[in-house]
């Protein structure tokens, strides 16, 4: 492991990865890794699963304080109903059969157990963020420093891993976009507000501490509050994309619906964040969007306009080559896109040759769920799938779609607003 300095220690409270994953699957590429999940709640099935569904990985150990989330684990991941099962991590951590552990428990623990995951010599995949404070994320640091180098360990910010993400800071890197001045994090996220019980605590047939431990988010003690616990995930993305991190943070923020449990103070913020080199940073976060999600970043530059996502990438400009003639017109004329490969389940529409002809709007639209850029075009409106889109679908995932702005869009497909 290469040392690890103040500025590392303070991307590692947003979670950077410091070494590559190629060392736990590449390390022992002729044995399956042996995993164990410490946490077996909503992440460790999720990622216990992912992980659990590659070749190069079988699930050895599960570990969790709560009986029913052990008995989740053994029904939603492949391969747990054989772990051996640990309510304490000390003892999976023991486990010499176990090579690699993904942390997946509440914030507050994770510079705890990654402290001694280290020191067990376990590979870590552990869960963002690194810590709910200052103080826990600089024990997690020092613990890191002393790893052994032979390890891998990685947090859990996924953008850093996608292949939309790491192509667009490419672009980025290489100077696409000039020299970046606003930088922009939106996570809206979708949920309906947890309201809780009015009259009433949630989970009333359990015991305070037990309904702290389950409910944990609710408290910023336990969670380090929203904005670490969540929106970290922006935050990380524009630093990562900045090359920097902010010098300078102004936000306010306030609660649209009541706490009826817990102490977090805001369901929604704006933060202004000011980097070194002067670029200005914002961070717009609304938690209960009930059905509205809008989770990305746009970064402006003095050259161009890219926008990201977990499912794409979109780059606008140079200003030279956009084909808007007016301030109003509301083609979407990104230069350059990469969309998730996996084809939409739901089926891709024909690109029209009369798509964009002049005075006809038209709306982008790629994977399930994508948001309609121009319009209001819902799928139910959309014609049916066509023959030959698996063909359209392939094509696309074999071949990256080249840097050139007289390409046409790749991989997604036009229709027409009626
Ligand atoms: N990367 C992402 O996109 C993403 C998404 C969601 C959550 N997360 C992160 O994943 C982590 C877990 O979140 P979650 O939503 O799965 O929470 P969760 O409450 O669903 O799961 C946490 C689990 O840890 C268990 N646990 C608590 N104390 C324990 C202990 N001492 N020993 C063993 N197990 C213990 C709980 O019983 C629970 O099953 C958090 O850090 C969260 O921020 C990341």
């Known amino acids: 492991m290469r040392n690890i300095t103040r500025r590392d220690a303070v991307a590692g409270a947003t979670g950077i990865a410091f070494l590559q994953t190629s060392a736990v699957f590449g390390a022992q ?55 051996k099962v640990y309510t304490d991590y000390r003892q ?36 963002k963020p690194a810590g709910n404070d200052v103080a826990g994320v600089n024990r997690l ?18 953008q850093r891993f996608s292949p939309e993400y790491r192509k667009a800071h490419d672009l980025t890197a290489a100077g696409e976009l000039g020299e970046l001045k606003m930088l922009m994090s939106f996570w809206i996220l979708g949920m309906a507000p947890r309201l809780g019980a009015p009259n009433g605590l949630p989970l009333p047939n359990v015991s305070d501490e037990e309904r702290r431990v389950r409910l944990w988010t609710r408290w910023r003690e336990l ?38 449990y817990g102490d977090i103070t805001s369901d929604h913020y704006d933060i202004i964040f000011t980097y070194p080199n002067g670029a200005e940073g914002y961070l717009l976060s609304a938690r209960y969007a009930c059905g509205f999600r809008d989770v990305k970043e746009q970064f402006f530059g003095s050259k161009g306009v890219l926008e990201t996502a977990r499912t794409y990438y979109k780059l606008h400009g140079p200003v030279a080559a ?50 309609c850029y ?34 046409p869009h790749t991989g997604i497909a036009f229709t027409h607003e009626s």
């Not at 590659?54 to 029904?75: L, P």
């Not at 929203?226 to 102004?250: Q, S, Y």
């Not at 083609?331 to 024909?350: A, C, N």
Request: glycine share 10%; with cysteine; hydrophobic share 35%.
């Open 29 to 83: 590429a002729n044995s399956a890794i042996a995993l164990g999940i410490i946490g077996t709640g909503a992440r460790g099935q999720y990622v216990g699963g992912h992980m659990a569904r590659d070749g190069r990985a079988r699930v050895a150990a599960i570990c969790d304080i709560f009986d029913d989330r052990i008995e989740q684990a053994k029904k939603n991941v492949p391969g747990a109903t054989q772990a």
């Open 141 to 158: 640091m020092r613990a890191g420093q002393k790893a052994d180098p032979a390890k891998t360990i990685q947090f859990g910010f996924q």
């Open 322 to 371: 956009s084909r808007l003639t007016d301030d109003d017109k509301l083609e979407d004329t990104s230069m350059i896109e990469r969309r998730s490969p996996s084809p939409p389940s739901w089926g891709v529409w024909p690109t029209s040759p009369t798509a964009r002809s002049p005075g006809k709007r038209c709306c982008v639209r790629g994977e399930p769920g994508s948001r």
């Open 374 to 407: 121009a319009n209001r075009v819902r799928p139910q409106h959309l014609p049916s799938p066509i023959p030959g889109m698996r063909t359209r679908a392939s094509a696309f995932r074999r071949k990256e779609p080249a840097y050139s702005c007289a390409r």
């Open 223 to 260: 969670s380090g509050g929203d904005i670490v616990e969540c929106d970290c995930h922006g935050l990380d993305t524009l630093n990562w994309f900045a090359n920097a991190h902010p010098v300078k943070a102004l936000g306010q923020g306030g609660l649209r619906y009541p706490i009826y």
């Open 92 to 127: 999976l951590l023991d486990d010499k059969n176990v090579d690699a552990v993904l942390i997946s428990t509440p914030v507050y623990l994770h510079p705890e157990m990654f402290e001694a995951a280290v020191a067990a010599k376990k590979h870590v995949y552990c869960e």
